[in-house]
Structure formats: C-alpha cells, structure tokens
C-alpha cells in the first residue's frame, strides 16, 4: 500500500525528479556544511561588530537582488519548462530574461551610488557596499531559471559546489584578522561573477540557445509577466531581510551581529529545503496542465510527511540553541541564544509556505492573489518592526518575524481552502 502510493517515482519522469533532487540536496547539503566553518571563523576572527557591518551590507544588497531576479526564477523557469522543445521560443526567453536583468542592475547601481555617498549610516564603508554589488552581477549571469526549467540541476549543483568551495578556501587563507574584513564581500562576489560566466558558456555550447536582440514589445511582455511575483519577492524581502535594515538603522553593527547569528543559522537549515522547491516546481508546473489532482496528491503527503520532518529539525533546533551557538562563538552567548530560540519554529512554516504557496498557489497560477498575501505581510512587518525594535531591539525584530511567518502560513491556507486548491478537508 505505502508503495502504491509513491508510484509515480517509479517512472521515468519520477527518476528524473530524484536525480535531480538528488544533485540539488549534495549542493545543499555543501551550502550547509561549509557556512559551518566559515561562519564560526568570520565571527571569532572578524569581531561580532564588523560581522554585523558585513551582515548589514548584506541586507542592502538583497533590494537589489530582488530588482534583478524580478520573479524570473519562477515565471521564466515555468516558460522554460513549458516549452523546453522549441528552441526558437528558448532563445526568445532566455534573451528576453537577459536583457531585462542586465537593464534592471544598471539601473541598481545607479541608483546605489548617491545612497552610500550622502547617507551616514553608509558612507563610512562605502566600499564594502560596492564590492558586495558583486554578487547582483554574478546573480544576472548565472540563468539558473534556465536550468530549473529544463530540470538539468546537475550543472547548477557542480557549479555552486565550486563556487562555495573556492568562497570558503579564500576565506581561511586570506583572512587572518579584523582589517582584513573587506575581503568578504570581494571573494563571495568573485565566486557568483564566476559561476554565472561558466553557466551562459554552457548554455551557448550545450543548449545551443543564441542570444538575440528582442523588441521592446517582448522585454514589456515579460516585464509584465512577472510583475506580480516581483512585488511579491519585494514583498518577501521587506517581512525577511528588511528586518536586519531597520535593526542596523535604529540599533548597531554589533547587535545587528548577534541577530545576524541566529539568522545565518535559519538560513542555512532553509538552504537545505531549497532542492525540494527547485526541483518540484517546474516539475509540478508542468503535470498541472494535465493532471491537477496529482498535483494535489504530491504536496498532501509533502505537507504531512515533510512538514513533519520540519517539526522534528524545530524542537531539536530549540533543545540545543545553547550548544550551536557554544559551537560557533565559542561561547554560549545569551543574546543569541534566545534569538535562535525564538527562532526554532522558522524550518517548520518555511516549509508549509512553500507548499501552500509555490507548490499550490503559483503552480496553478494563482500569483496575484498570491501577491496581496505578501504584499499585506510586508505591510504588517513593516509597522511591526518601526513598533517593536525601537522598544524591544534585537528581541523585537525576532518576534516581529514569527508573527509574520504565522500571519502568512494562516492567509495561504486560508486561500487555498475557500478557493478549490484545498489539500486537506476535501469536499
């Protein structure tokens, strides 16, 4: 019976969905390891304040990211999946996408320029935020939405691998001590500027996809296409990383980097779920057409056999708060103890989201109503965080967060029952 039920990994679309998830969870699984020694390293060897200044650089930087990813990762890896055997379409998408990217983070810089310039909270280290704009030249070049939609993640995993593996033997060779704090952003934003070059060099060799001019009736086409979901991604943005920007403006580098502690472990745990969303979501974009009720199928034992899992990583994230943080600074420091702590149910509502509202709602093209839930989030964050991080700090951007990932998983199930995509209570 238990086999019956997981059936459809037996055919050969079902082994490919494994092989793929199968270099996405290795890749992951490096992303998760490596960050374990170079994280530790970076606090005890950099100082808890430029960790922070790091960290808070970071979060800048992520706007822009966002800018430039503008939705594709979903809206074009689900063109891409659609019509992976046109090859005329495949040059028409992957130039238009381009194009629209290159555009967007010029525009970034542009504007980036006169912030670190003429406002003190960046002006100081200016330079810190130039070498991490790196990272959004590397993000344009590498088409991983490319990949994602032809479901080829072998590429991805190999290069990611390298790219982290080089990150982290830089970090321990070049980085002795405080001053050299700069060198951070300028290895991480090599590595992505790397990867991106060997990837469109693939996808010229390998795919034979070519790149040509597109009107600017197509770039608007697509520009349009992906609006709702941009908002969404800036949306998701300011009820994320936003968090870590307004704590940097109304407190200091060194709280920034207790917070930033707990939050680069929350991340990490999240980069090991990554694989499931980057693997099943053109997958299930692509049997949605056809076949919805399998679709329904998939992310019901997802949500109960996944989300269970999930569970499991929270309480023992919770129980051992003390030890991780022991493990990293080599102390058990109380502040980021009980952000960790606080933090110890994140894994579990990451999870369901991305059930609820990747593999549910945007599978079945749901991304304007998709849109408004984050949209009415980042709204809510917003007024949490003015409210409670002036008051409370640290303390209040970690309860602002959780009150945030709660109101979102409510407001996805909520939809998803009133509006015939129900994964549980069926009629």
């Known amino acids: 019976m238990f086999k019956n039920r997981f059936n459809f990994i037996n055919n050969e679309e079902g082994k490919s969905l494994i092989k793929n998830f199968s270099f996405l969870f290795s890749v992951n699984i490096v992303n998760f390891v490596l960050p374990l020694l170079t994280f530790p390293y970076l606090v005890r060897v950099l100082g808890i304040e430029k960790f922070g200044l790091l960290s808070f650089a970071t979060s800048i930087i992520t706007y822009f990211l966002i800018l430039t990813d503008y939705g594709f990762n979903l809206t074009a890896t689900r063109e891409i999946s659609i019509n992976r055997n046109d090859k005329n379409k495949l040059n028409e998408i992957f130039s238009a996408v381009m194009s629209v990217k290159v555009i967007i983070m010029t525009i970034g810089f542009v504007v980036l320029l006169p912030l670190i310039f003429f406002i003190p909270k960046?002006?100081?280290?200016?330079?810190i935020f130039i070498f991490s704009y790196g990272s959004v030249l590397g993000q344009v070049l590498f088409p991983i939405w490319f990949f994602q939609g032809l479901e080829e993640m072998k590429v991805v995993s190999i290069l990611n691998i390298?790219?982290?593996?080089?990150f982290t033997v830089a970090i321990f060779v070049f980085i002795k001590n405080e001053k050299d704090f700069y060198l951070v952003p300028i290895f991480s934003s090599l590595g992505f500027v790397f990867i991106g070059v060997i990837s469109i060099i693939i996808v010229k060799l390998k795919h034979e996809v070519r790149f040509i001019v597109q009107s600017r009736t197509v770039l608007l086409k697509y520009l349009i296409e992906g609006w709702h979901l941009f908002l969404s991604n800036i949306?998701?943005?300011?009820?994320?990383?936003a968090t870590i920007t307004f704590l940097g403006f109304y407190t200091n580098n060194t709280i920034v980097g207790y917070y930033s502690v707990a939050d680069k472990i929350i991340s990490a745990i999240r980069g090991v779920i990554a694989p499931i969303s980057q693997v099943l979501f053109p997958y299930l974009c692509n049997i949605?057409?056809?076949?919805?009720?399998?679709?329904?199928?998939?992310?019901?034992?997802?949500?109960?056999?996944?989300?269970?899992g999930m569970l499991l990583v929270s309480f023992i994230l919770f129980v051992f708060a003390s030890d991780i943080i022991l493990l990293i600074f080599g102390k058990k420091d109380f502040d980021s103890i009980l952000i960790l702590k606080i933090f110890a149910i994140i894994p579990f509502l990451t999870f369901l989201h991305t059930v609820f509202a990747?593999?549910?709602m945007i599978v079945f093209g749901k991304n304007k109503e998709y849109s408004k839930i984050i949209i009415s989030a980042a709204i809510l964050n917003i007024l949490l965080c003015i409210i409670l991080i002036p008051c409370f700090g640290y303390i209040g951007a970690a309860v602002a967060v959780i009150v945030i990932e709660l109101f979102l998983l409510i407001r996805y199930i909520s939809f998803t029952h009133k509006n015939d995509l129900r994964l549980f209570f069926l009629k």
């Open 122 to 127: 960046f002006n100081f280290y200016w330079y």
């Open 288 to 308: 949605a057409k056809n076949n919805p009720k399998k679709v329904y199928y998939i992310n019901r034992k997802l949500a109960i056999f996944g989300g269970g």
């Open 358 to 360: 990747l593999f549910t």
């Open 162 to 166: 390298l790219s982290k593996s080089l």
């Open 235 to 241: 949306s998701v943005t300011l009820y994320t990383t």
